[in-house]
């Protein structure tokens, strides 16, 4: 069964596009990838789900259930962490997590604790006091203390240091591994590359692909690079090249084809070095906002 | 009901609660304590106030009104009372729902396993208990100050009473109207403002109503619907008037529950 499934949903805020016909299913147990820009329309398919505005048209369910008709019952299997933090200021963290648990039937008093100990949170400082990092610290134990069974992440890293989050990306994983499912929203290439296991690329508010991250990179493009001396780049044109160019004595392209043809080109003359490799979502990306 | 927001709300609430709590009743006991000034020389007062613009007396509600008579000078008072409360509660009407949006703090919330049916209601209930605070506060001090500073002057105690407990409706039709205003538009940078201006407006335009002999204007404002002297000389509520506001509460607040369960909450761009 599917955790998330939208069906044609569609949100325009006035006349501004929001986002246009989604549709898509997030599996039990996957980290979904959710890949954009800026105002793609990520934030507004997290909000939608979560049914904190509602949709133009289309509908979504989550575990089997409409997500506005059930809405409250749904929310308490889900873990929402904002791309933005914000809380009651005044507040101590502490009594933020603590009003935070209330909503919930089950103790999680100790699951707090031991998130906040991960996270190097200091649980008795004011909100208003942090920093924005350590803000988002407070949104990220605040967003896991019920031990929820969906998570939705918008953008989870953004202003933590390198250390939290790799303590985050750590978390996620052990949450992941207990069968928790994640929608990982993030324009950062790099983290859903190295997170998910499924990808979804929005752009101006409609899906342009969705595909396992694997096959992403595999199908696509190699990412070639020859040194050779006196290369002209020109012998690298051929059906399925793009990206030719050339650069101190040494020859780049994205290759899609059959690689038995670059290699037979190359084989034909005296190279120095040569690397073939995957190229990195950013530059598949790249190719779907050209 | 949702407790703990209850109860989150109601402590965010307390410190505003207390402090207007204290200026109402510090503006009860300092007018309060100056009647027996005004009374005893009674004939010097009036002569005094006979010299004054009709417009004038008008504006302060004290034309006609005896103000060396225990009731007509709380009618006097009172009028003052109307207006902090009536801010008190508009405040607390229009930022009810758009705190939480201007402060981003609505994502947090609305993302929590509670529907929003709930939450309104848990947070109506938390500004309620606040103006009650205010009232009993209010109560009390009104009956200790008349009781005190009153001499062997003689009142009646019904028209006092009824004047009393119509600041509940008052500050209701406040607190609702507030509230569905603020879901109306689409976000409220400042409360304040919006508060003032719902409860200066409303006193302005009864005065006006009385300036012009307007009537139309009359039935717009709680100001006129629970007029003090009204309800201290006739002894009873102006109950078509009263009518008009419970009308005005109920549905502000119907219309509240529709538009927060359909609103969209804006998020950070």
């Known amino acids: ?290 | 009901m949702a407790t703990n927001i209850f109860r989150q709300e109601f402590n965010m609430r307390l410190r505003s609660v207390i402090t207007w709590s204290v200026a109402v009743v510090a503006l009860i006991w300092i007018y309060g304590s100056l009647f027996s000034s005004f009374a005893d020389q009674a004939e010097l007062l009036n002569e005094m106030m006979a010299n004054f613009p009709e417009q004038l007396l008008t504006a302060f509600g004290i034309k006609d009104v005896n103000l060396a008579t225990v009731l007509g000078y709380f009618g006097f008072l009172f009028l003052f009372v109307q207006i902090c409360l009536a801010i008190q509660a508009a405040n607390y009407g229009f930022s009810l729902v758009s705190v939480e949006e201007r402060e981003w703090t609505a994502d947090f919330l609305l993302s929590k396993p509670v529907g929003r049916t709930r939450i309104l209601t848990s947070k109506l209930f938390a500004a309620l208990c606040g103006l009650a605070i205010t009232d009993i506060v209010v109560w009390i001090s009104s009956v200790a100050v008349v009781t005190l500073f009153k001499g062997d002057r003689t009142y009646e105690i019904k028209p006092l009473l009824l004047l009393l407990v119509s600041i509940v409706p008052f500050q209701l039709f406040f607190l609702s109207v507030g509230l569905v205003i603020s879901l109306l538009v689409k976000r409220i940078r400042s409360v304040t403002p919006y508060a003032m201006a719902l409860g200066f407006g409303m006193y302005v335009l009864s005065v006006f109503g009385d300036l012009l002999g307007e009537s139309t204007l009359e039935k717009l404002t709680p100001f006129k619907h629970f007029e003090p002297n009204y309800i201290l000389q006739k002894g009873a509520w102006d109950l078509p008037l009263v009518l008009i506001s419970v009308a005005v509460i109920v549905i502000a607040v119907v219309g509240s529950y529709l538009l927060y369960t359909r609103r969209d909450i804006p998020a950070v761009v």
């Open chain 1, 1 to 290: 069964m599917s955790v998330i499934e939208v069906n044609h949903l569609t949100k325009y805020y006035g006349k501004a596009r929001g986002i246009i016909d989604l549709s898509f299913q997030v599996e039990e147990g996957e980290i979904f990838g959710f890949i954009g820009p800026n105002g793609a329309g990520k934030s507004t398919t997290i909000r939608l789900l979560l049914s904190l505005i509602h949709p133009t048209s289309g509908s979504a369910t989550i575990f089997g259930k409409d997500c506005i008709q059930y809405g409250p019952q749904l929310r308490r299997e889900i873990g929402y962490l904002p791309s933005e933090v914000f809380y009651y200021d005044r507040m101590k963290v502490i009594d933020l997590l603590t009003y935070s648990a209330s909503f919930y039937p089950q103790d999680s008093t100790l699951r707090m604790h031991e998130l906040a100990e991960v996270m190097e949170l200091e649980m008795n400082r004011r909100i208003e006091d942090l920093s924005y990092g350590n803000r988002k610290k407070v949104g990220i134990v605040q967003g896991l203390l019920h031990r929820p069974k969906l998570l939705f992440l918008d953008e989870p890293t953004a202003g933590l240091d390198p250390l939290m989050q790799r303590k985050t990306f750590q978390l996620i994983r052990e949450e992941n591994q207990r069968g928790v499912t994640v929608f990982f929203s993030s324009h950062i290439l790099g983290e859903v590359q190295r997170m998910c296991n499924r990808v979804a690329i929005i752009r101006e508010g409609r899906i342009v692909e969705i595909a396992d991250i694997r096959t992403l990179q595999q199908n696509n493009y190699k990412k070639v690079r020859v040194d050779a001396a006196n290369l002209d780049a020109a012998y690298f044109d051929m059906p399925g090249v793009t990206n030719l160019e050339q650069h101190d004595g040494a020859v780049r392209f994205f290759y899609k084809g059959d690689i038995n043809a670059v290699m037979h080109k190359i084989g034909q003359i005296a190279v120095s070095d040569v690397t073939i490799e995957e190229p990195t979502l950013e530059e598949i990306f790249m190719h779907y906002y050209e």
